[in-house]
T-cell receptor, first 109, second 113 residues
Framework: DAKTTQPNSMESNEEEPVHLPCNHS???????IHWYRQLPSQGPEYVIH???SNVNNRMASLAIAEDRKSSTLILHRATLRDAAVYYC??????????FGSGTKLNVKP | EAGVAQSPRYKIIEKRQSVAFWCNPI?????LYWYQQILGQGPKLLIQ????????DSQLPKDRFSAERLKGVDSTLKIQPAKLEDSAVYLC???????????FGNGTRLTVT
């Protein structure tokens, strides 16, 4: 299955933007890029997904590189409630939602 | 809409005992997933159902784990007999269909002593 690489941890200050990177150099043309996050003691929560174009929703923005080998999840103003583990996942009709280790985001007040 | 319901929330058993977890997905969701999450790791897919058929169970330890989704709605995951390494959170998720966003329950935390 397609593989993604994320930093183990990142730190941010409250009310500042956060850019969470994800590398997926072996991405195929039919792979969608999905992001989920997991708050402590909860199940993962869907954040956003996209194929080629940048995407925005009420939670975040997804910036996809032109060659699609990397993407960035952007939280425009981090709050303490955004402290979580963020997972970047590739999905197409032939594979499954496999989670890696994710990036643990710490938000400082 | 009501979310994915799982029960029990916590379970403590001794090794070699059996245990069952129950999941009620969001109404109308065709795809159902069971994940195992060991402390400090990302969720690991155990089994995926499409309606009441199994799509993928390649990572399910079939000598001790079993799962069913009768009538394409509720699902149960069973472990018999349990081992110490089965201690984990068992997460159920559902999606409207394959490839659509997953909605997770809060999981069942299993401790095997």
């Amino acid at each position: 299955d397609a593989k993604t690489t994320q930093p183990n941890s990142m730190e941010s200050n409250e009310e500042e933007p956060v850019h969470l990177p994800c590398n997926h150099s072996t991405i195929s043309g039919t792979d969608y890029i999905h992001w989920y996050r997991q708050l402590p003691s909860q199940g993962p929560e869907y954040v956003i997904h996209g194929l080629t174009s940048n995407v925005n929703n009420r939670m975040a923005s997804l910036a996809i590189a032109e060659d699609r080998k990397s993407s960035t999840l952007i939280l425009h103003r981090a709050t303490l409630r955004d402290a979580a583990v963020y997972y970047c996942i590739l999905w197409n009709n032939f594979n499954k939602f496999y989670f890696g280790s994710g990036t643990k985001l710490n938000v400082k007040p | 809409e009501a979310g994915v319901a799982q029960s029990p929330r916590y379970k403590i058993i001794e090794k070699r005992q059996s245990v069952a977890f129950w999941c009620n997905p969001i109404s109308g969701h065709a795809t159902l997933y069971w994940y195992q999450q060991i402390l400090g790791q990302g969720p690991k897919l155990l089994i995926q159902f499409q309606n009441n058929g199994v799509v993928d169970d390649s990572q399910l330890p079939k000598d001790r784990f079993s799962a069913e989704r009768l009538k394409g709605v509720d699902s149960t995951l069973k472990i018999q007999p349990a081992k110490l390494e089965d201690s984990a959170v068992y997460l159920c998720a559902s999606s409207l269909n394959r490839g659509k966003p997953l909605h997770f329950g809060n999981g069942t935390r299993l401790t095997v002593t």
